[in-house]
């Protein structure tokens, strides 16, 4: 195995069906150009694994000895001599690792640690020498647009390349236009599922699915989990100018899909006709977004359907003061319909900005959101899914600069990432 090497995936934007996704109901999403990128360099003492998230302000290092690897191995399953990713969690594998995670304090850093864990035990063995495992991101975390999902692709790419069960990625990016069956891909989606399921507990599979393949994607997940999730690829994404707006106010999308839960068990025939009205709704969305003519009557329908969305996520109690606020200033200021996004209670809203606004009007509406302190990303829908940078294929001259952890850490913010790292600018980039 060749180290250095970087890995790196999506953000993404749930256009419609947040939270039916997870009652096995149709949501359409589309994969950003924000990204996680994790960079694996060799730790200078073999025996020792190294997170550094800064992001997160979490830097640990295990001995890799502490690790109960033949307790946790005698439990994982083999499909074609490559590791399972099961159904649910192991609860056996949880509890061999708490005791290696019982000196992380924060509840943050003890998820995100076993999150790593749980993958790094299935996937690599303890053959495997130590190594430093540095994260960098240029989306906002726990904004809903699936900050989680995309460390969770790239934890799952790089161990599955350690771990020799993948290879790295090969593809150009036109090249994978004609790629309908990919099953590295396919490896890789099925255990950063793993990874969501460590972070949210009981995750639709929907920003994994996004983070890997890329893209925008109708998707679904079955209700009978041993059968595969449908995953419809949305070629030609109409053309919708969107705002994407964080509140920026924190929020754990596992305690929301929870809160959800308890709604649904509480009135579950209230909340049945809630998540079969989202189903309608994210079909008549795929009809009206995939016509060969999108035109002034589909972007109307669209942005319909937008406020009916959100009329419903707020129905399941899910929005947020500041969220009601971007979308009252947005219409007030006539620039489009607005919806949360991602599991809501803060983070991000969009909106579909009408085709006849002035650029100065939409500009006056940026700056009354900064006003209140939220903050407007300019971004592109339809980005590239998860891709490896390998040292040998970056120009000779560039390659010290590029795989240095020193480097990486000192990025000051996502401009200055994706000035270096941005998939679409550096030669080398290859996806699966
Ligand atoms: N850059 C990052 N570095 C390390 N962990 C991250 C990073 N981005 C996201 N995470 C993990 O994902 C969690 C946030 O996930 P979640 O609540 O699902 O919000 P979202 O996916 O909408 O951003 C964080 O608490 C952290 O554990
Ligand atoms: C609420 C949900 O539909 C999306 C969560 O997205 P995010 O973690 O808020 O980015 C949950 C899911 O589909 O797993
Ligand atoms: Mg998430």
């Known amino acids: ?18 939270h039916s996704a997870v009652y096995s109901k149709p949501a359409i999403a589309a994969a950003l150009s924000l990204r996680a990128y994790l960079l694996v360099t060799p730790s200078k003492d073999p025996k020792k694994i190294t997170l550094n998230f800064p992001d997160v302000e979490l830097s640990h290092s295990w001995n890799k000895e502490d690790i109960p690897w033949d307790e946790i191995q005698a439990h994982v399953q083999f499909k074609d001599g490559r590791p399972l990713a099961t159904e649910e969690l192991v609860p056996e594998i949880t509890n061999e690792l708490s005791g290696v995670l019982s000196d992380l304090e924060s509840s943050l850093h003890y998820v995100a640690s076993h999150c790593f864990l ?89 920003d994994n699915a996004v983070a890997t393949y890329g893209g925008a994607v109708m998707y679904q997940r079955m209700k009978n989990p041993s059968q ?36 649904n068990e509480k009135y579950p025939k209230t909340s049945a006709s809630i998540l079969e009205a ?31 969305n959100h009329g419903l996520l707020v129905a399941l109690g899910v929005s947020h003061p500041s969220l009601e606020n971007i ?33 100065e009007t939409i500009q006056r509406t940026i700056d009354e959101f900064k006003t209140h302190g939220y903050e407007t990303y300019e971004t592109t829908l339809g980005g590239k899914g998860v891709a490896s940078l390998q040292f040998d294929l970056v120009k000779e001259d560039l390659r010290d600069k590029v795989f240095s952890d020193e480097a990486f850490a000192s990025y000051k913010d996502r401009f200055e990432i994706d000035g270096v790292l941005s998939v679409d600018n550096l030669e080398g980039w290859r996806f699966w």
Not at 7 to 13: D, I
Not at 281 to 306: C, H, S, W
Not at 341 to 350: N, R
């Open 1 to 18: 195995m060749t180290l250095p090497f970087f890995v790196s995936a999506p953000g993404k934007v749930i256009i419609f069906g947040e």
């Open 228 to 263: 595969p999730s449908v995953r419809t690829n949305m070629r030609n994404l109409p053309p919708l100018k969107l705002l994407l707006t964080n509140t920026k106010i924190p929020r754990s999308t596992a305690y929301l899909v929870g809160q959800v839960g308890k709604i």
């Open 118 to 206: 749980y993958m790094y035990t299935h996937l690599c063995s303890k053959e495997i020498p130590g190594m430093t495992f540095s994260i960098r991101s240029t989306l906002p975390i726990g904004a809903g647009l699936g900050s989680s999902a995309s460390v969770s692709v790239c934890l799952a790419s790089a161990l599955a390349v350690l771990g020799g069960h993948v290879q790295h990625a090969t593809l150009h990016q036109n090249d994978k236009v004609t790629k309908n069956h990919n099953p590295e891909a396919d490896f890789i989606d099925s255990w950063s599922l793993i990874g969501e399921k460590c972070y949210h507990g009981n995750p639709s599979g929907i």
């Open 278 to 308: 989202m189903e309608h709704l994210a079909n008549d969305a795929y009809q009206i977004m995939t016509r060969p003519f999108f035109g002034k009557e589909e972007k109307e329908k669209m942005r319909e359907l937008v406020n009916i």
């Open 327 to 359: 979308k009252i200033i947005s219409e007030v200021n006539k620039i489009g319909a607005t919806k949360l996004t991602g599991a809501g209670g803060g983070g991000c809203a969009i909106t579909l900005v009408n085709d006849d606004v002035a650029e």
